[in-house]
Each structure stands twice: as structure tokens, then as C-alpha cells.
């Protein structure tokens, strides 16, 4: 009979993004040591920061770290590591993270219990390229590695007393982004729900759909179809009553609220206020490139 032991450990779920799509696109051969390597990654980037990886479940592993602090440099390590790996006939792999802390139950090398549950909810939420962790992990970081998150929103889960905090680890390019919140208006206006429309299609953030992605790779929500936009170009996030654009590209993004200048955010934040609209990395875009935003 196998022995049971609780402690208390960090969670943490890797996934690699679209890997049925990637056998249809790439073949069985190609995509199977594509994922390969990516899962070679992860166990790499796991094992680098003290962590054990549980177990693979197909394209995706689960790992266990002693401290909090090490599993968020694995997470950082693997995004990288994936990052740097080369594109496979026109494909870019990309996966996706979420980790969480708390007591878990070992049994026959295992793992069981809430935490792992939650940290596998994060990582089903995050989009390509993202890592999310919860409040429970950002309180026991070290202060330099809480400077490294953004705040996202709270989610409900459903059996828990308290709606559970999301944060986001930013990656991707850490030294160029600003993090501050730079504005358009000393006086934002307070809006429960933004609009968006892009090349004929609508979309819309509200309390029930609070982050947007935007960049050319097909994992976005919005998929840019200019040349100059970036992969990972930019995202919206609504936070409280406000919603906030977040530039992570190389060619910068173009907002123009009505009646104002043209601001260019490349690397920082910014808050929306409308009716309005934004150009991703070429501010002369035709109109019908560019992306119409207002809110009610």
C-alpha cells in the first residue's frame, strides 16, 4: 500500500499551445519532435532551478518546486528556451504557464489536492506565451520578483469561499518595459465595457472577458494581418473599471482618441478612454487596418 504525505509545495503546469493543429499542419514526424524539444525545455528549465517534474501528460508537464521563488525562475527559463527555439516550416511553437502554492498530498511520487488543481485551472487561462500564477505565489516572491508581474483580474472558482487574484509574470523583454502607466488624460473615464472592431469582426472586453491579446501569431484573440505588427504585439486588460493597453512589440502601437494627437506606446502601458482607435507598428495603416474602440 502506498504511503501518503502532505507539504507544502509550488505547482507548476507547462503546456505546449495548438499541438493537435501542429500534427495537421507539420505531420505526425515533424510535429512529434517538435514537441520534443519544447518538453525538453521544460524538464531542462525545471530541473536547472531545483524542481522535479512530476509527470508529461502528452504535450504538457507538471512539475514540483521546494520554494516559490525557484519555480518562477523555471517558469521565466522555459519561456525563453521556447522562445529561442526555431520556427518549423513557417509553425513558431509557443507554450503557456500557471502555477500555484499550497499543501499537497504525495502519494507513489504524485501529486494531489487543490493546489494542483488550481495551478492546472491557471495554466488552462493563460493565453500563448503567457505565464500566470496566482496571489498565494506573489505573496511569498521576493520583492525584486513581484516587481516582475502585473496584476490581472480575480477569477471565480466555483466551490471557493474568495474569488482567487491573477498576476502575470512579463518575460518577454523585461528591461525595455517601462511599467509605468502612462495616460492620455489626467481625468480617465470610468467604463464598464469596451467595444472593440478589427477588419470587419467585434469584440468586447466586460466583467466576464477582462484580457485581449492582439499580435500576427494565430494564437491571438485578434490576429493582426500587418507585417509590421509583432507575434506578441500588444494586450487589453480590464482592470477594475479602466482597461489598459499593454505594448510588448518591436514597432510600437498608434492610439488616437478623437479630437486628440496620435500617442506612440512601444514597451509601456497605456490607459483607453474613446471613442478611438490604434495602428500596430505603422501609424499611416489604412483604416480599415487599424482597430475602432469605444465603450458604454
Not at 58 to 64: H, I, K, N, P
Not at 126 to 132: D, E, N, S
Not at 143 to 172: F, N, P, S, Y
Not at 176 to 181: S, Y
Request: proline share 3%; glycine share 8%.
Amino acid at each position: 500500500m502506498n504511503r501518503q504525505t502532505e507539504s507544502f509545495r509550488t505547482v507548476l503546469f507547462a503546456d505546449v499551445c495548438e499541438s493537435t493543429r501542429l500534427y495537421e499542419r507539420l505531420g505526425d514526424q515533424t510535429a512529434l519532435a517538435a514537441l520534443a524539444r519544447c518538453l525538453a525545455c521544460m524538464r531542462r528549465a525545471t530541473e536547472q532551478f531545483g524542481g522535479r517534474v512530476v509527470k508529461t501528460i502528452g504535450d504538457e508537464t507538471m512539475s514540483a518546486f521546494e520554494r516559490v521563488e525557484d519555480a518562477f525562475q523555471a517558469a521565466y527559463r522555459m519561456q525563453q528556451m521556447v522562445d529561442e527555439l526555431p520556427g518549423q516550416n513557417g509553425v513558431k511553437l509557443a507554450i503557456r504557464i500557471g502555477f500555484h502554492c499550497g499543501p499537497v498530498i504525495e502519494e507513489a511520487s504524485d501529486l494531489f489536492g487543490d493546489t494542483v488543481n488550481t495551478a492546472a485551472r491557471l495554466a488552462n487561462l493563460a493565453k500563448a506565451g503567457q505565464i500566470l500564477l496566482s496571489g498565494a505565489v506573489l505573496a511569498h516572491l521576493p520583492q525584486m520578483q513581484q516587481g516582475m508581474t502585473r496584476d490581472l483580474d480575480r477569477l471565480t472558482i466555483k466551490g471557493k469561499g474568495e474569488d482567487l487574484a491573477l498576476h502575470e509574470v512579463i518575460w518577454q523583454h523585461p528591461e525595455e518595459l517601462t511599467m509605468k502607466l502612462a495616460t492620455l488624460a489626467p481625468e480617465p473615464v470610468l467604463a464598464v465595457c469596451l467595444h472593440l472592431r478589427y477588419r470587419g469582426r467585434d469584440y468586447r472586453l466586460d466583467g466576464r472577458h477582462s484580457v485581449l491579446t492582439l499580435g500576427r501569431d494565430t494564437g491571438n484573440d485578434v490576429v493582426l494581418e500587418d507585417a509590421l505588427a509583432s507575434r506578441s504585439h500588444a494586450r487589453i486588460e480590464r482592470r477594475r473599471e479602466r482597461f489598459v493597453l499593454i505594448d510588448q512589440s518591436t514597432n510600437g502601437t498608434y492610439v488616437t482618441v478623437s479630437g486628440e494627437p496620435e500617442v506612440a506606446v512601444r514597451r509601456e502601458e497605456i490607459l483607453l478612454r474613446g471613442p478611438g482607435f490604434m495602428a500596430f507598428g505603422d501609424p499611416r495603416l489604412p483604416a480599415r487596418d487599424q482597430l475602432a474602440f469605444c465603450f458604454d
